[in-house]
């Protein structure tokens, strides 16, 4: 594995942890994410396995994905500051949700790499899986779970904004 693909994880889950103490939510914030994500999509994406096996198991990914990605923005707390800045909390679950999926594509790599191949291959082939489904599989996971968890607080932060108008402290942080 190359250095990139020890710090692509790596900057996934940085986008969540530095909401831990709260972080403004703006587009810059919601955006960032997708286009590592899209950057890395079109770096290593070159096609897809058209089998249904195949497909099946992207699609599976890309489920997986969004579930992970729109829980994690579902648990993230949004509450404005005094000042009327809205706010976004990444609390325990969050973090646990998106440290999931981030370190679990990372782990499959790993062992993918050192040991895990022919293991891999016995699945894939018991399953009719063929090999080359994998990476897109991984990869389109990886961007659903970004673009989930992106839809989930852009919806509720507009919805929030809304709501509340220009008004400080209209939406408070969950326990």
């Known amino acids: 594995m190359s250095a990139f693909d020890f710090l692509f994880p790596l900057l996934l889950i940085f986008s969540v ?12 914030q919601l955006a960032w994410p997708i286009a590592l994500v899209a950057w890395a999509a079109d770096k290593y994406l070159h096609g897809f396995p058209t089998t249904a096996p195949d497909l099946a198991l992207i699609v599976a990914a890309a489920v997986l994905g969004v579930v992970l990605g729109s829980l994690a923005g579902t648990f993230t707390t949004l509450y404005r500051r005094g000042d009327g800045a809205l706010m976004a909390k990444a609390t325990s679950a969050t973090i646990l949700l998106w440290v999931l999926g981030t370190i679990g594509r990372l782990v499959f790599g790993l062992y993918a790499q050192h ?16 090999v080359q489904a994998w990476g897109p ?13 992106t839809l989930v607080l852009g919806s509720r932060g507009a919805s929030g904004r809304q709501a509340s108008g220009d008004r400080p402290a209209s939406t408070s942080p969950r326990p």
């Open 17 to 28: 942890v530095r909401q831990v103490r709260g972080k403004h939510l703006n587009w810059f």
């Open 115 to 130: 040991g895990g191949g022919p293991g891999i291959a016995a699945f894939s082939k018991a399953h009719a899986v063929s």
């Open 137 to 149: 599989a991984l990869i389109l996971m990886a961007l659903c779970e970004v673009v989930g968890r």
